[in-house]
């Protein structure tokens, strides 16, 4: 799989917390979730190489052209999946009375490749337990 997006170079580690620090992903959100990621980075034009959440925040690994303007890439992300999940969940919206399901802030930095498989185990070992 990572041969077929060298082209995409460089990976990127991006990092994002539930409002509040509020524990609302739970396994059914976290699945529905990493789909709509992934739909969202098709439309994009990235590659998510590897996803996943904790009850509180999520972790992706994405491969993105350099064309592809990250700030528009992050935003679709947290406020599609945001509005998606309000839509299918009211019970969450009621629980964050800002309106807002992400926290405002995220965290994101290249990955070297040689650094990559390291990167790759620690996204992995996030999984709801």
Not at 66 to 89: C, G, M, W, Y
Request: glycine share 4%; proline share 5%; aromatic share 12%.
């Amino acid at each position: 799989m990572i041969e077929a997006v060298i082209q995409y170079i460089p990976f990127v580690h991006y990092i994002c917390c539930v409002k509040y620090r509020r524990k609302f992903l739970t396994p059914e959100i976290s699945e529905y979730l990493k789909k709509v990621n992934q739909d969202i980075a098709g439309k994009f034009g990235v590659q998510i190489i590897e996803q996943e959440t904790d009850r509180d925040h999520i972790h992706i690994i994405f491969a993105s052209k350099p064309e592809v303007q990250l700030s528009k890439f992050i935003n679709s992300l947290k406020s599609t999946s945001a509005r998606l999940i309000f839509r299918d969940h009211p019970e969450i919206k009621k629980e964050l009375w800002g309106g807002n399901f992400w926290s405002p802030s995220y965290f994101l930095s290249t990955v070297g490749e040689v650094k990559l498989e390291d990167v790759k185990k620690y996204v992995q070992s996030q999984g709801n337990p």
